[in-house]
């Protein structure tokens, strides 16, 4: 499986998106030909339903022509903030299938999906149940393509639109890529085509035929490019969102703080809701962000790499620990927050852990399903008894976690 598959990426598509959104929200489209735009003849067609396309219509076509080709079509005017809405619950169906999401537009994104094999199955079963998880979510349909690189994937995804699922094995790319027309190539656009077809290039198999030299004493660096996507070669990396994901926890606290020991309580909690966040979703986190607003509203973070990426909150709280001695405002302060960032999967080898006795790791795993079976309040820490030294609820004390796991937690108040 790794040897076919170095990388698994994913491309999704939703299927004649803003059309397919108004036939959501207006039983009385469905079925029918319907094209999203202005209501006037000037302008252009935004798309098209997959009843209307047979009739030769569909995106950037002006209304006059599309009206003219299909006048049965029933004209629809966008809604652009349903469209984002919905394109907002689809992205965040994506952040739960992976780590580096890369959206392309409302209704596209990669999702580089290496290595999560053993979370959702082999790659055909991860776009099935991407397709599940879209359909059960929005009630809409996406169409998925998944090969080694972005140009595959999303050549794939198109290839059997709609509501289309298409693997395509590394190691098949290029016997796959073959017989597809020279349009398909990334990059080939009105007036590169031509100039393929003058040379006598239809197919992508007819470019791979004739050669990276050829191709690059005919077309430059553009044909050394064409040639390459004929390999079905594309180094082009899924570049996470700038805003790349975190999993965080900020409170607004009843009674501001400024003392480092109760801080620190606070920042122990914060470490442990966000682990088990992390660990629901099997990744690892690489760094922490602590964040502190003082009492003027001012707010202040600083943030770390961990020493290796962990999914623990002893892991978490140290390095937060550490941060802390890095703020240089004494308080008080009224919120304490803690992101986990840089997050990737979990890789296999975290099963070493099984054999280290009394890890973390699998301590904080052991709560995880004690308060998945039990509820929140079954098990706490020592250190968070409230200061008069009291068990707030009903909770076990779990003190001999810090024996058990070497590490040592502050006590508030000394
Ligand atoms: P696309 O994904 O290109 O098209 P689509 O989702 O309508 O159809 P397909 O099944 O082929 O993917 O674009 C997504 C939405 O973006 C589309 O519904 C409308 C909008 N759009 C424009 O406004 N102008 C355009 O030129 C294109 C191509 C799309
Ligand atoms: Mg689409």
Redesign the pocket.
């Known amino acids: 499986m790794h040897r076919s598959w170095p990388h698994i990426i994913v491309h999704a ?7 397919a959104v108004e036939q959501l929200d207006q039983p009385e489209l469905r079925g029918k030909p319907v094209l ?1 735009g202005p209501r006037s003849h000037r302008g252009v067609v ?2 098209a339903s997959y009843e209307a396309r047979p009739f030769g219509v569909g ?2 076509m002006p209304v006059a022509e599309a009206r003219r080709r299909c006048p049965q079509a029933i004209m629809v005017p966008p809604r652009f903030e349903r469209y984002q809405q919905i394109s907002e619950q689809i992205m965040n169906i994506f952040a739960d299938f992976s780590p580096s999401v890369e959206a392309i ?4 994104a990669f999702l580089d999906m290496s290595g999560a094999e053993h979370f959702f199955g082999p790659p055909r079963e991860m776009g099935k149940r991407i397709k599940q998880a879209v359909l059960e979510a929005t009630g809409l349909n996406i ?1 998925v393509g998944i090969s080694g690189t972005k140009y595959v994937a999303k050549v794939a995804s ?1 290839f059997d ?2 509501n289309g699922l298409m693997v395509v094995p590394p190691q098949h790319a290029v016997d796959w890529l073959a017989p597809l027309a020279v349009s398909r190539l990334w990059g080939a656009g009105k007036k590169t085509v031509p100039r393929l077809h003058a040379l006598g290039l239809h197919t992508i198999g007819d470019v791979a035929a004739f050669g990276e030299r050829q191709m690059d004493e005919h077309l430059g660096a553009a044909g050394r490019h064409f040639y390459q996507l004929s390999q079905g070669k594309d180094p082009r990396r899924v570049a996470r969102g700038r805003t790349s994901k975190s999993i965080g926890s900020d409170r607004t606290l009843s009674a501001d703080v400024s003392n480092p020991a109760d801080i620190k309580v606070h920042l122990r909690r914060a470490a442990e809701r966000i682990a088990r966040r992390v660990r629901a979703k099997s990744y690892v986190a690489g760094g922490i962000r602590v964040k502190l607003k003082t009492t003027q509203f001012e707010l202040l973070t600083r943030q770390q790499h961990l020493p290796k990426p962990a999914d623990t909150a002893s892991a978490f709280f140290e390095t937060a620990c550490k941060l802390l001695e890095h703020f240089d405002h004494r308080g008080p302060f009224r919120l304490v927050g803690m992101a986990a960032f840089d997050l990737d999967w979990r890789q296999q080898p975290l099963q070493m852990d099984l054999f280290e006795s009394a890890n973390p790791r699998r301590l904080e795993t052991t709560i995880d399903q004690l308060i998945e079976r039990f509820g929140k309040n079954t098990v706490m820490r020592a250190a968070d008894l409230n200061h008069h030294g009291t068990v707030s609820n009903n909770g076990v004390n779990l003190d001999f976690m810090d024996v058990r796991d070497g590490e040592r937690v502050s006590q508030p108040g000394r």
């Open positions: 598509d939703m299927d004649a998106f803003y059309a999203i935004l798309t995106s950037a537009s409302l209704d596209e169409s198109a639109k709609p």
